[in-house]
């Protein structure tokens, strides 16, 4: 049986094949990138969750494959949880990981230490073939930085500082920020189901 990550973002495909082995799934997970004919999909969802079964849809049916899918962002409490799904975008530009950030940063410059809550948020989805859904969704919580620090990691987590870190997302390994992030919790919360639906 295959399962197919239902991303092209490269950041995402190495945590999600590092949590899901280490769940020891034991099914093959394949790239998205192996169906490269499978047009982009359009993200009109107003939730992580509907964007997540979007994206797993599509690729479900596309392949003929369960598929996974996973949509994510961050969500600042003084901006009223945006960028949240549109993230990826918030500068403009589609995954312009640099701009987005700075424009964060400079939205936030006048923002004190004690306002700068925020959590990345991940709704995680699996889709059949035949339409059968299911979707979980995870939580980091943690204030942001005024300086990005660190290269681990990808997208916001130069400034994402979690709840009793004393170290951003970017500092951390691979392995302690999958420990602890959004993406682990949601995915680890779907492996179960994975087992129960995908075998
Ligand atoms: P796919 O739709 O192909 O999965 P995408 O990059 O377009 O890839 P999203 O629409 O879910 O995915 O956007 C998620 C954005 O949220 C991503 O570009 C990052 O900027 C941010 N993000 C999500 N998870 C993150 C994490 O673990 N660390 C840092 N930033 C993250």
């Known amino acids: 049986n295959r399962l197919i990550l239902a991303t092209r973002n490269t950041g995402k495909i190495a945590e999600l094949r590092a949590i ?35 994206k797993a849809h599509a690729l479900a049916k596309a392949t003929g494959h369960p598929a996974v899918a996973d949509d994510s962002g961050l969500c600042v409490d ?47 989805a699996l889709a059949l073939p035949d339409g059968t859904e299911r979707v979980v969704e995870g939580r980091l919580e943690g204030t942001l930085r005024h300086v990005p620090t660190g290269t681990g990691g990808f997208g916001y987590d130069p400034i994402l500082q979690p709840e009793g870190e004393t170290r951003t997302c ?10 602890i992030s959004h993406r682990g919790r949601a995915f680890r919360a779907l492996v179960p189901v994975v087992r129960e639906l995908v075998g």
Request: hydrophobic share 45%; aromatic share 6%.
């Open 170 to 179: 970017a500092e951390l390994t691979p392995d302690e920020k999958n420990a």
């Open 20 to 54: 899901l082995e280490g769940a020891g799934l034991g099914i093959e997970l394949i790239g998205a990138d192996t169906y490269p004919d499978v047009p982009d999909i359009k993200e009109t969802g107003v939730t992580f969750a509907e964007n997540a079964l979007l």
């Open 78 to 124: 003084v901006l009223g949880g945006a960028p949240g799904i549109f993230s990826a975008r918030w500068a403009g530009k589609h995954g312009d990981d640099q701009a987005n950030l700075e424009l964060l940063l400079a939205q936030l410059a006048d923002i004190s230490d004690e306002h700068r809550g925020a959590h990345f948020a991940c709704a995680a």
